[in-house]
C-alpha cells in the first residue's frame, strides 16, 4: 500500500550559491576532488557552506554536457543562505579556501565556472598567487583561464566566478516501521534527486537522520534536535510526541537547488519514486509557519503556486 503524502510544504529560504564544474584524468581522481571540496558542507547550522555534487557529466556521466576539457567531470554548488551577513564576502572565502586546498591539490584535477553574471569574484587571480610568480594567463579550451604550476604537473582554472540567488531547506521526511526501511526509501529518493539537474542534497549520502529544529532548551543553541519526531523519546514525551504508533524512524532529506521550481521538481520526483517503499506508512515535511523561510515547497503539486 502506497504511504500517505502529507498536505503540507517543506519551508525553504533563499540562499546565494556558486556553480563550479571540476574536472580530472578519470573518475577515481575526480571523486577525491569532489568529496574534498565539498567535506563538512552538510548543514549550515555548524558548516561554513552546504554543498555536494549535483551531477556527473562529460564522460562517464551525462555526456549531453560536454566538459571543457574532454575529461570526466563533475557539477558542485556551494550554498550559502541569503541571511548571513556579508554572504557575498562569505562566499567567496568558501570558494577560495575549498577550491585551494582540495581542488588544486588534486592531482590532475581543473576547476571551471558555470555562472557567468554581474558581479562575480575574481577567484582564478586570487588562488593563483599560489604561483609564487609563475603563474600566468592563458586561453585554453576557448576560456580564460590562470595556469598554476605545480610539482605534478599544473593547476587549470577560469579567471572569474559567477554567483546568483538559489533555495536551501526543501526537505522530505519519510516515516517507517524501521530503520532499514526508512533509510531504503529516503536512498531511492537520493537516487532520483541525482536524476534532476540543478538540485543537491547535501547530508551525508544524501540523507540526514538528525533532523532539526529552530531553537534549543540551552541558550548557547540556535538548532537542536527535533524531539517531537524522535521514535525513541515517543514514550517520554506522552501526548507531546507526534512520532505515529508503530513509526520506528524517520529520514529526511535536505534539498537545495538553482531556484524554487527546480526544488519542487526535484521534490515531485522524490516523492514518486519513494511513495511505494516498503515499510513506509508516511511522507512529510518540515516547515516552521513561515518563520525560517518564506519559499515554500508543497507535497501536492496542486497547491505549488497556490499559497495555500
Known amino acids: 500500500m502506497a504511504a500517505i503524502v502529507d498536505d503540507t510544504y517543506a519551508e525553504a529560504f533563499r540562499s546565494i550559491y556558486a556553480e563550479v564544474l571540476i574536472t580530472a584524468r578519470d573518475?577515481?581522481?575526480?571523486?577525491?576532488?569532489?568529496?574534498?571540496?565539498?567535506g563538512h558542507a552538510s548543514s549550515s547550522i555548524f558548516c561554513d557552506c552546504e554543498a555536494a555534487v549535483d551531477r556527473y557529466v562529460g564522460p562517464g556521466g551525462d555526456v549531453s554536457f560536454a566538459t571543457p576539457d574532454d575529461r570526466p567531470g563533475a557539477i558542485v554548488q556551494f550554498h550559502l543562505p541569503r541571511f548571513?551577513?556579508?554572504?557575498?564576502?562569505?562566499?567567496?572565502?568558501?570558494?577560495?579556501?575549498?577550491?585551494?586546498?582540495?581542488?588544486?591539490?588534486?592531482?590532475?584535477?581543473?576547476?571551471?565556472?558555470?555562472l557567468d553574471t554581474?558581479?562575480?569574484?575574481?577567484?582564478?587571480?586570487?588562488?593563483?598567487?599560489?604561483?609564487?610568480?609563475?603563474?600566468?594567463?592563458?586561453?585554453?579550451?576557448?576560456?580564460?583561464?590562470?595556469?598554476?604550476?605545480?610539482?605534478?604537473?599544473?593547476?587549470?582554472?577560469d579567471r572569474r566566478f559567477g554567483f546568483k540567488d538559489g533555495i536551501m531547506g526543501g526537505n522530505l521526511w519519510f516515516f517507517a516501521d524501521s530503520v532499514d526501511?526508512?533509510?531504503?526509501?529516503?536512498?531511492?529518493?537520493?537516487?532520483?534527486?541525482?536524476?534532476?539537474?540543478?538540485?543537491?542534497?547535501?547530508?551525508?549520502?544524501?540523507?540526514?537522520?538528525?533532523?532539526?529544529?529552530?531553537?534549543?532548551?540551552?541558550?548557547?543553541?540556535?538548532?537542536?534536535?527535533?524531539?517531537?519526531?524522535c521514535p525513541t523519546l515517543r514514550s517520554k514525551l506522552g501526548d507531546q510526541s507526534q512520532v505515529p504508533e508503530g513509526v520506528q524512524s524517520i529520514m529526511e532529506i535536505i534539498i537545495n537547488g538553482r531556484d524554487l521550481q527546480t526544488v519542487f521538481e526535484a521534490t515531485q520526483a522524490v516523492i514518486q519514486a519513494t511513495v511505494n517503499s516498503p515499510g513506509l506508512s508516511r511522507i512529510s515535511a518540515g516547515n516552521y509557519g513561515g518563520r525560517l523561510g518564506k519559499s515554500f515547497i508543497y507535497l501536492h503539486p496542486e497547491r505549488q503556486g497556490t499559497g495555500a
Open 27 to 38: 573518475r577515481t581522481w575526480l571523486d577525491h576532488a569532489c568529496h574534498a571540496a565539498t
Open 84 to 114: 548571513k551577513k556579508e554572504r557575498e564576502k562569505l562566499l567567496e572565502k568558501v570558494l577560495l579556501q575549498r577550491i585551494s586546498q582540495n581542488v588544486l591539490t588534486c592531482p590532475t584535477a581543473a576547476c571551471f565556472n558555470l
Open 118 to 157: 554581474v558581479p562575480y569574484f575574481k577567484l582564478g587571480r586570487k588562488l593563483a598567487y599560489f604561483g609564487d610568480g609563475h603563474q600566468y594567463r592563458a586561453e585554453r579550451h576557448g576560456r580564460k583561464v590562470w595556469v598554476i604550476p605545480t610539482m605534478g604537473g599544473e593547476f587549470v582554472m
Open 181 to 229: 526501511a526508512s533509510l531504503a526509501a529516503a536512498e531511492a529518493g537520493v537516487r532520483a534527486l541525482e536524476k534532476v539537474p540543478g538540485t543537491i542534497a547535501p547530508f551525508p549520502g544524501g540523507i540526514a537522520a538528525s533532523g532539526s529544529k529552530a531553537g534549543s532548551a540551552y541558550s548557547f543553541l540556535f538548532a537542536s534536535t527535533n524531539h517531537p519526531f
